[in-house]
């Protein structure tokens, strides 16, 4: 290749280059974002690509009218200028023809730069605005947020992938406004927002539980609220966002209790092995959904292959909660029982997801029991 065809090239791609600023991105057909990055006073929107192919002869450029929100602008022509100055630049940008026609629409959305403040959604307990968590490791999560007291919003866009800049990896909403799909050649995710409006549901279709990851999750959720748009990001593995669900308790009597692994955790369990920590209490609880968090255990135990020992005597009420042993996640819920005696040593169960206290269902095939001797003085 020539010097003079190299210098056209160079030429031409400078000029696409500067028609694409940095400050400004396509979200969704007909949805642009434009960064208040304070680099731009005016940012141009046209109607049109061509415009002298599109409209008839007896249209001109200068027929072409523009409403914002439904509302007469006074600027006409194929190229629209917005006010950057003006905090409310966002809106339902159409152009019309000479007749009223509809040529084209934008939805303008604002976007601050990093700098700023969050407004959409408040941060969590753990400092992070959005929070991550999994029940197991077949590869789906869920990420929640709070939103703001004045400011509730909704999902406008988001990007689920392995690598944090993969630029081959496209999203894309389905019909119903519901799923999204973000494919590359390192991941494929479907991620749906739930009915809530504050959570999406996603699932890593390329996830194998038993390999080790070896790259992050990468999440952003973009949140709208009128016509202001905030990014949220989150990474992680899912090794460090599982969470067990409740631990089941399939058995209680007046000496023994016994329970299983959550049925929703990651079998087989001889790969995916549970620690339980047992707290023992001996005031009778009068809040009991508080008992495990708010009271003062007269023993914690933490177990791991075995759950079988001996407990103070005079409990009043045991709490159960269970974690990956192999990794520095988190503990599950708190399940719980207590003893009622007014003439005799009863055990009522609570929260435990059995229904029928007499009645015990039989166990999974690969499922794990572990047994727990209580020891009562009366």
């Not at 409740?246 to 009597?253: D, G, H, M, R």
Request: charged share 20%; proline share 3%; with cysteine.
């Amino acid at each position: 290749m020539g010097k003079f065809s190299s210098e056209i090239l160079l030429c031409a791609f400078l000029q696409v280059s500067d028609q694409n600023p940095t400050n400004q991105w396509t979200m969704m057909p007909h949805v642009l974002v434009v960064v208040m990055d304070g680099t731009l006073d005016q940012q141009p929107l046209s109607c049109l690509e061509q415009p002298e192919k599109l409209l008839r002869r007896d249209n001109k450029d200068g027929d072409i009218s523009w409403r914002k929100n439904g509302e007469e602008e006074g600027q006409r022509g194929n190229v629209y200028l917005l006010d950057l100055k003006n905090s409310f630049a966002g809106g339902n940008y159409t152009c019309h023809s000479k007749d009223g026609s509809l040529l084209n629409h934008t939805e303008v959305l604002i976007q601050d730069d990093e700098t700023t403040s969050k407004r959409i959604i408040v941060k969590t307990g753990q400092g992070d605005h959005l929070y991550c968590s999994a029940q197991n490791y077949n590869g789906e999560f869920h990420c929640s947020w709070t939103w703001q007291s004045r400011r509730v919003g909704q999902v406008a866009f988001l990007k689920a992938r392995r690598i944090s800049d993969d630029d081959d990896g496209q999203c894309s909403l389905d019909e119903s406004g519901r799923l999204w799909t973000c494919s590359s050649g390192q991941s494929n995710f479907g991620c749906s927002v739930d009915d809530s409006g504050h959570r999406i549901l996603c699932l890593d279709q390329q996830h194998c539980p038993y390999a080790e990851e070896s790259q992050h999750i990468y999440v952003t959720v973009y949140m709208k609220s009128g016509y202001l748009v905030e990014s949220y990001s989150k990474h992680f593995y899912m090794s460090e966002i599982v969470k067990p669900d409740k631990v089941a308790i399939t058995k209680v009597n007046t000496t023994m209790i016994e329970w299983t692994y959550p049925s929703s955790w990651s079998s087989p369990y001889s790969y995916f092995p549970l620690t339980f920590q047992i707290a023992q209490f001996r005031e009778r609880c009068k809040k009991c959904d508080k008992q495990c968090t708010d009271s003062k255990a007269i023993k914690t135990s933490t177990v791991h292959s075995t759950c079988q020992f001996k407990v103070k005597h005079r409990v009043k009420a045991v709490c159960i909660r269970a974690k990956d042993v192999l990794c520095n996640s988190q503990w599950s819920d708190w399940s719980f029982i207590r003893s009622v005696l007014p003439s005799g040593v009863k055990w009522d169960r609570l929260s435990s997801g059995v229904s029928n206290l007499l009645s015990i269902s039989p166990l999974h095939a690969n499922q794990t029991v572990c047994t727990f001797l209580v020891a009562l003085t009366l």
